[in-house]
């Protein structure tokens, strides 16, 4: 970050006052970041993304971003390729990690962002929101056989890229290759998701652990694409009133989840619930999403974004 970040800065102080000595000007920071163009959610093959971690950065170096961040699931072993690939394509890496938690009776996504990778309580916790998966993919399977479908395991586990991830995207993509449905977002609604066959209830980490272990790797807590919850209008206000009073720092408002009036919405809500704002694409690769790296707006300038506390 503070590479590209001093690059841009000492650029503007030249054009703006002709080499004028390096001094701190926090508006002009302000400025600075409206122009600099932030992807702070996005997947490799070290989780279900398509594209090596290196790909991703060189991607979203060619389509315009200074500044990603990638946020495997549960997962940072691809930050040391992501970082030397940014360090070559000039553009700027922030740690990143999406993780999986539960809340009452739903999963809720926490990205982390801007913390130390090697900090060991974050790693064990993150070690153990993975090591439930293997058997959750195996009871998904066990209830895709009940419905008819078999090898399910054997079949998702073909589409795997990191032996440690496996998700429901990898059977997403088996169901498609099998024919079951024609297209990814169809497998979700047919298969994956609640109430149908193919969807297990798993416990993940807990909101507080989450948060906990994000703090003390010295990083940042945002809410994922909170629009995607299937929540009540009260849930959604208890989930955002306890996440704050959890510690965590942000929610995503710009987010490919969101319809235009669930961007506004959300920016409200940060404001009212006093939390920062954040913006990424979820990109997964060719394909498979709606939007590609560093294609949404710029966060709405009166919003206090994430990355002003890096
Ligand atoms: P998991 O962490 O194993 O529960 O898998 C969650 C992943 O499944 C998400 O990160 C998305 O990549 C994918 N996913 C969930 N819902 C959908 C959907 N409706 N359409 C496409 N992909 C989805
Ligand atoms: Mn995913
Ligand atoms: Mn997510
Ligand atoms: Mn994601």
Redesign the pocket.
Known sequence: MECCFRAWYAACVRIDAGCAPYRYDPRLTARIFQLMRFDLHC?STR??GLLAPAEVVRRAAARGVDVLALTD??ETAGLDEARAAAEEAGIALVAGA?L?VSWEDI?I?VVALHFDPAHGGLQDGLDQIRSG?DS??RRIADSLAAAGIDGAYEGARRYVTSERL???????RFLVEAGHAHE??D???RY??PGRPGYVA?AWAGVEDAIGWIHEAGGQAVLAHPG?YKVTPTGLRRLLGEFRDRGGDAIEVLSPSHQAAQVAQFASLARVYGLAASTGS?Y?GPG?SWLDLGDLPPLPAWLDPVWKRW
Do not use: G, N, Y
Not at 166 to 172: D, E, G, V, Y
């Open positions: 997947h989780s279900d699931h549960d999406e999986s999963t996504h998966r959750r993919a496996i998700s429901r995207t990898h059977f997403a990814m977002k497998v979700f609604s994956l998701t798993h995607r979820d997964h498979e």
